[in-house]
């Protein structure tokens, strides 16, 4: 999941946003959002729908599926 990593930290720095204020955002800790940029873990699905609705993105596109 070396994309969803990758995608997810250029939305949440395009945002100018902290790891503790997607967090907050999201309704997960801020070392949740740290492990998925550094491929540690994977969010559930329901976690990647809030995810995909909160930057306006589509779930492909995290995943990579679609550019």
């Known amino acids: 999941?070396?994309?969803f990593?990758?995608?997810l930290k250029e939305l949440r720095t395009?945002?100018?946003l902290?790891?503790?204020k997607l967090g907050k955002a999201l309704g997960v800790s801020d070392?949740?959002?740290s492990r998925w940029e550094r491929c540690e873990r994977i969010p559930n699905i329901?976690?990647?729908v809030t995810i995909a609705k909160y930057f306006?993105?589509?779930?492909?596109y995290l995943c990579?599926?679609?550019d």
């Open 1 to 3: 999941m070396k994309v």
């Open 5 to 7: 990593a990758e995608r």
């Open 14 to 16: 395009e945002q100018g």
């Open 18 to 20: 902290s790891t503790k």
């Open 31 to 33: 070392a949740a959002i």
């Open 46 to 48: 329901e976690v990647l």
């Open 56 to 60: 306006r993105v589509s779930c492909d």
């Open 64 to 66: 990579g599926l679609e």
